[in-house]
């Protein structure tokens, strides 16, 4: 079994920053790609990042405001988010490609956080 754990979501006045953390733990031989997504009410679900061992890549909205980053020792993945925007309201997922112990290849996907920018 293989889970997401997700944190580091609240409310922030436009202007301000968050940081999202998101821990996978459980049966895992391998994290390969981590990213984040948002869905926002009413809309569909968006890629806002993502990291892999060949770079990063970024929605073109959050592009200069946000940064992923990792930690491969805790397959842990971070974003920071600044410069937020009423419009980045939305509930943030972690999503994770991961190889199990069983050499299993699957993506797991967090709970989900709830980020509110409103003044």
């Known amino acids: 079994q293989v889970q997401l754990v997700e944190s580091g979501g609240g409310l922030v006045q436009p202007g301000g920053s968050l940081r999202l953390s998101c821990a996978a733990s459980g049966s895992i031989y391998r994290t390969r790609a981590m990213g984040w997504y948002r869905q926002a009410p009413g809309k569909q679900r968006e890629l806002v990042a993502d990291?892999?061992?060949?770079?990063?890549n970024y929605a073109d909205s959050v592009k200069g405001r946000f940064t992923i980053s990792r930690d491969n020792a805790k397959d842990t993945v971070y974003l920071q988010m600044n410069t937020l925007k009423p419009e980045d309201t939305a509930v943030y997922y972690c999503?994770?490609?991961?190889?199990?112990?069983?050499?299993?290849?699957?993506?797991?996907w967090g709970q989900g956080t709830l980020v509110t920018v409103s003044s």
């Open positions: 990291i892999t061992d060949g770079g990063t």
């Open positions: 999503h994770a490609n991961i190889i199990d112990h069983r050499r299993s290849f699957q993506g797991y």
